[in-house]
């Protein structure tokens, strides 16, 4: 492989995995202080929706 | 620095789940003991054998990807610890998602691995301390020197074996540690590592030309990724143990899922930013490579090649460096032997293991039996095994442990999310969990280029595993069996009902089971029945089964009222069980009693976030090995003249059929059932269908007709067509398991939408039913 495509391949990854990490916690964090903040109801209806149902 | 408190009984707080412990560790007490575990040898061994490996590219590839990879499983444990925050972790979730056989391979696995572990942290400790000694002139070793005997090897070997031993010693003793103090130990750790980190980038920001260490990127190719990716996988290992705070934890539904994120996540950052300073660490050229590339450099040292490039890097490099892996691996150690210690002692105390691992200090109050055994892995481990396999070892049995955890967030998810209050739930599942396993399979199948060793020591483990539960824990278990306490189980009849087809029929409350006589009285009446009437009465985990009196009386009088209007037509007996999950206890009853149709009454509004068509009812209709009949709207007031089947050629054809046969109400209106297809461009020859289906049966073809309409929606189709009958009878659809995690199948959104009495059916296929559970 031609060596600048290799390391923007290579930069890329990198900079795609730390940005997912840090999307994903924030994402969860934000899941997790919507469940911790609704009555259990709410909660349930918040699961649903992030399960994709109606 | 982990959280570590060896004295024991610590695991009875899964005994006494009503706050023994204070809850006192936070938010931040929680997220440093996961970096605590995680920041030490893992990632001090594995960046100099990793640039070796997969060049200067490489290396900072393999943390980054790896830290995605941990964050699936994170989200995983994070999940599983939020629903159920409880001391005991992964033995716990596989207790819990797959029963006794598999909480006992992952206890055992738990032991290995953190056993292994141990000798790991053991092995760095000394190699460092070796190395340290070495640098300063202490100790004076040449190879040339005919005085010494003994090689590097032996004493970083000797070293090791003391360290381990200490620590052993420290946990037979029983000194416990608070999660604060570990807190400052931790922070100490992490300042060391991104002090390391700033230096590299500031290195680079002053000499931009260090960048060129990035040519080539990855000199042996990609392949050696995944190979460095499954040694390093071990560097990751730690956040789990968070999960065994779940009884001290403030908040724990919230904290302990954050905790575990944050914590890789900084995790991961650290480590991307430790291995790109590892490799600037030097310059292209320097007369001290020797003609090298600064990787080739690096990598020469493999598991010193951290140490050789922070020398490198930064004044008093070694000191600082030493200091750091001493704080580090030993912290480590200790986490690692209690940890240890306690999985060996959770199975002794469950007796898969034998009484030895159990056995309590009377003084110490340490469990010091599984002590002994674990200690002997540890030194064996260290003595035995180059630090490349032992690291490799550690890494593969992490990869299967964290394998399961991961079947076991999906496993639980679906089976018994409606039992549990989740305060983290992860979004698009299951596609995490999924993408871990896929990962890990691959990285566990890599490894086996890295080290060959760690391919027979870890399957022959838990080949052994599999055969101490078979020969010895099977039959000595503490049987945790009162999930299913039988309170009353009578016939109320005394003919002879070998030769009777048996109908088991659920009642929950005497509102439900008003809406089951009719439909049961007709279908007792055509299959010439005897009836299992059942109630299981559900006790929440917090309680004991005994105490389930307390809402029996409802079960009751749903029972007495079936008898009241069935008693004199057929023969019934009853049958009343406490139990932790209803859809558990019917499938068990089921099949305990070798009943061959099962109806259900089904209120129609499902609450329940993870299941199709009801929590309940869903995981019945997949596990019971039997014809399932659910009834929704069949009421007492409900005449059935005008039926309509929608049918598209599944197994479940014939039954649908026979059901609305049996159901429907004789009366002057002989309207024929309407078999209905709906042409969606797949072609289905509903009349030959229809023919075999009734011929199949033995029913009567004339009281069917059949329909095909042409429609792009088959369910708004149905909806709109179904207005014009009494009922709708339909089957259950096989779905493939993703699609099943994706939304609901034509006949579920039917029988959610339908303001029609629906029946729904499941045909029992035997060897195929028992494959899709098994699966």
């Known amino acids: 492989m031609h060596r600048e495509i290799e390391i923007l391949i290579g930069c890329g990854l990198v900079v795609f995995s730390l940005v997912s990490i840090f999307s994903l916690t924030l994402w969860s964090r934000k899941i997790i202080e919507r469940i911790g903040t609704s009555d259990r109801q709410t909660a349930r209806h918040l699961i649903k929706q992030l399960n994709g149902k109606k | 620095m982990a959280r570590n408190s060896p004295t024991f009984p610590a695991d009875s707080v899964r005994h006494a789940p009503h706050g023994e412990l204070s809850r006192e560790l936070s938010l931040f007490h929680i997220t440093m003991m996961g970096l605590g575990m995680m920041i030490g040898a893992g990632v001090f061994l594995g960046i100099g054998i990793s640039i070796g490996h997969a060049g200067p590219g490489g290396v900072v590839l393999t943390f980054a990807l790896n830290g995605l990879l941990a964050v699936f499983t994170a989200m995983s444990f ?97 000194a416990s540690e608070t999660g604060k103090i570990g807190a400052i130990i931790t922070m100490g750790q992490t300042l060391f590592v991104v002090t390391i980190g700033l230096v590299g980038v500031v290195t680079v920001i002053r000499e931009p030309e260090r960048l060129a260490n990035f040519t080539p990127f990855m ?12 040694f390093t996988y071990v560097a990751f290992e730690g956040y789990e143990v968070i999960a065994q705070a779940g009884d001290e934890a403030k908040d724990p539904k919230r904290n302990l899922p954050k905790a575990m994120l944050y914590s890789v996540l900084i995790v991961t950052v650290l480590y991307t930013l430790v291995a790109f300073a590892t490799v600037v660490s030097v310059k292209a050229g320097d007369a001290a490579l020797n003609g090298l590339r600064p990787d080739e450099w690096i990598g020469q040292y493999k598991e010193k090649g951290f140490g050789e490039a922070v020398a490198k890097l930064m004044p008093f490099g070694n000191f600082v460096l030493t200091l750091a892996v001493i704080f580090s691996s030993t912290s480590a150690l200790n986490a690692t032997v209690y ?49 490349e396999d032992v690291a490799s070892s550690a890494s593969i049995m992490f990869l299967f442990l964290f394998f399961m955890v ?80 039988i309170i009353e189980d009578r016939r109320h009849y005394e003919e002879d009902v070998t030769d009777k087809f048996p109908i088991m029929v659920a ?24 009836v299992e009437l059942i109630h299981m009465v559900p006790v929440p985990d917090q309680m004991a089964l005994q105490d389930g009196w307390y809402s029996c009386r409802a079960g009751r009088e749903a029972m007495l009222v079936v008898m009241r209007e069935l008693a004199e037509h057929f023969p019934i007996s009853t049958t009343l069980r406490y139990c932790r999950n209803v859809a ?118 004339r009281r069917f007709t059949t329909r095909t309409i042409e429609a792009s929606d088959p369910i708004e189709a149905i909806l709109t067509e179904s207005e014009n009958f009494d009922l709708v009878v339909l089957g259950t659809t096989q779905k493939s398991i993703l699609k099943q995690f994706a939304r609901r199948s034509i006949p579920e959104e039917i029988a959610h939408r339908s303001n029609k009495p629906t029946v729904i059916v499941k045909a029992n296929v035997g060897m195929r039913s028992w494959l899709k559970r098994w699966i």
């Open chain 2, 584 to 701: 558990r206890g019917i499938v068990a009853a089921v099949r305990e009693k070798r009943i061959r149709m099962l109806v259900l009454g089904w209120h129609g509004q499902s609450t329940q976030h993870a299941f199709s068509i009801g929590s309940t009812v869903d995981p019945i209709i997949e596990q019971s090995p039997c014809d399932i009949v659910v009834l929704k709207d069949c009421g007492p007031d409900a005449v059935f003249r005008k039926i309509l089947v929608p049918l598209a050629g599944g197994p479940n054809g014939a039954l649908a059929l026979e059901m609305a046969s049996i159901l429907r109400e004789e009366g002057a209106d002989q309207t024929p059932i309407t078999a209905l297809n709906i042409d969606t461009g797949r072609h289905v020859d509903i009349e030959r269908f229809v023919d075999e289906q009734v011929a199949k049966k033995g029913l009567d073809r």
């Open chain 2, 339 to 387: 940890s240890a210690t306690r999985a060996s002692y959770a199975l002794g105390r469950d007796r898969m293991l034998p009484k030895l691992f159990s056995t309590i200090h009377p003084h110490r109050r340490t469990p010091y039996g599984a002590l002994l055994c674990t200690a002997a892995i540890v030194l064996v481990v260290a003595v035995l095994l180059p630090t």
């Open chain 2, 78 to 174: 994070a999940e599983l610890s939020s629903a159920i925050p409880r001391a005991g972790g992964a033995y716990n979730f596989a207790r819990i998602g797959f029963g006794r056989r598999a909480s006992f391979l992952a206890g055992w696995m738990e032991w290995f691995a953190s056993s292994v572990a141990g000798a790991m942290y053991a092995l760095t400790f000394a190699i460092y301390t070796v190395r340290f000694l070495c640098k300063t002139g202490l100790l004076h070793l040449q190879p040339e020197n005919p005085i010494d005997l003994v090689t590097i090897e032996t004493i970083e070997t000797i070293v090791a074996v003391c360290t381990a031993l200490l620590f052993i010693y420290i946990n037979f003793r029983g």
């Open chain 2, 219 to 230: 000199p042996h190719g990609w392949s050696k990724l995944l190979m460095t990716m499954g």
């Open chain 2, 406 to 485: 991961n079947l076991c967030v999906i496993k639980i998810r679906r089976s018994m999310a409606d039992e549990l209050q989740y305060g983290f739930i992860m979004p698009l599942f299951p596609l995490f969990p999924l993408l871990a396993i896929s990962c890990q399979v691959v990285l566990a199948v890599w490894l086996v280029h890295m080290s060959w060793i760690a391919w027979v020591v870890a399957p022959l483990w838990i080949a052994a595993g599999l055969i101490v539960y078979q020969k010895y824990a099977l039959a000595r278990a503490i049987t945790t069996d009162d999930e299913i306490q």
């Open chain 2, 507 to 530: 009642v929950a409350n005497p509102a439900n089971a008003e809406g089951l006589i009719k439909s049961t009285y007709h279908l007792c009446g055509a299959k010439d029945a005897h």
